[in-house]
């Protein structure tokens, strides 16, 4: 039992709920070790949302919002994270969901759909396929889903799927809160802040948008300069630590 009044009530629930994610098979045991180092990052980062990264996020919206066939790709530690979030971002943006698994079997598939559904989340099903060029099982995936999208919204991605999306010709929309990671340098636009922070800020921001205002934001997307910022805001916390 976690009290109320503990310091890093918010961080243990989190968690504990990803514990229990595991246990249960929709979190695998790896994703509680990516969690630790995306916690790592979020204490450089202040644990709050920079300016830079809300110019991401309403970046991220634009691109959604003007997508032929937008797309969000879901892997266990985001569904149990974020399942919630995924569902309005839906509503807001029109994007597909589909869930795309790194360690991927039948049954986690199935569990992390059925999650989502539980959160209101409309999940794109049908034939997956091994589609992409990868070894691995993030290969996997529908042909009219992320196979066809243009813009795909991946949060907690890895390297090389990233990369291989990108070579495809999609924009790439990472949520990684380590800006020094191969997926943060590859993707068309990182967003270098906390998922279940970050969601909610893009599906404001789609009700938000203009048509001019997002032309606007996709005419400066510039990820170099994100990463870049993030990098400028830890430094500067680092600096000045024990002041
Ligand atoms: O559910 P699966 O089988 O598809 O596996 C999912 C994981 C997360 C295990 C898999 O995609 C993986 O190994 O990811 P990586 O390569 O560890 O990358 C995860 C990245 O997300 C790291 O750079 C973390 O810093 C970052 N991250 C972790 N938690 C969060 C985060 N970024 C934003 N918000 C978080 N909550």
């Not at 969690?35 to 309403?58: K, V, W």
């Not at 969000?72 to 569904?79: D, F, K, L, Q």
């Not at 991605?157 to 790439?172: F, I, S, W």
Request: charged content about 25%; overall charge negative; proline content about 3%.
């Amino acid at each position: 039992m976690i009290p109320k009044d503990h310091p890093r009530y918010h961080s243990l629930m989190t968690r504990e709920r990803l514990a229990a994610c595991a246990k249960a098979g929709i979190v695998s045991w790896e994703g509680l070790t990516a969690h630790g180092r995306g916690e790592a990052f979020d204490y450089l980062i202040g644990e709050r949302t920079t300016p830079s990264a809300l110019l991401s996020e309403r970046t991220a919206a634009a691109l959604l919002l003007s997508a032929r066939n937008p797309l969000i790709s879901v892997n266990g530690n985001t569904a149990a994270l974020a399942a919630g979030e995924i569902s309005d971002l839906q509503r807001a943006s029109g994007a597909r969901v589909e869930v795309n698994l790194f360690h991927r079997t039948e049954k986690r598939v199935e569990m992390i759909e059925n999650l989502l559904r539980d959160s209101g989340v409309d999940v794109y099903t049908g034939k997956a396929e091994r589609l992409l060029p990868l070894s691995h099982d993030r290969a996997w995936c529908r042909r009219e889903g992320l196979f066809s999208a243009d813009v795909v919204l991946v949060p907690l991605e890895d390297g090389d799927r990233c990369e291989v999306l990108v070579g495809m010709g999609k924009t790439v929309i990472a949520v990684d809160l380590n800006p020094l990671s191969r997926t943060a340098r590859t993707a068309s636009l990182t967003i270098v802040d906390e998922l279940s922070r970050a969601l909610p800020h893009i599906a404001q921001a789609c009700g938000e948008l203009s048509v001019t205002e997002q032309e606007q934001l996709i005419r400066s997307v510039d990820n170099h300069y994100y990463l870049a910022e993030a990098i400028r805001e830890m430094t500067l916390r680092l600096s000045h630590a024990l002041d």
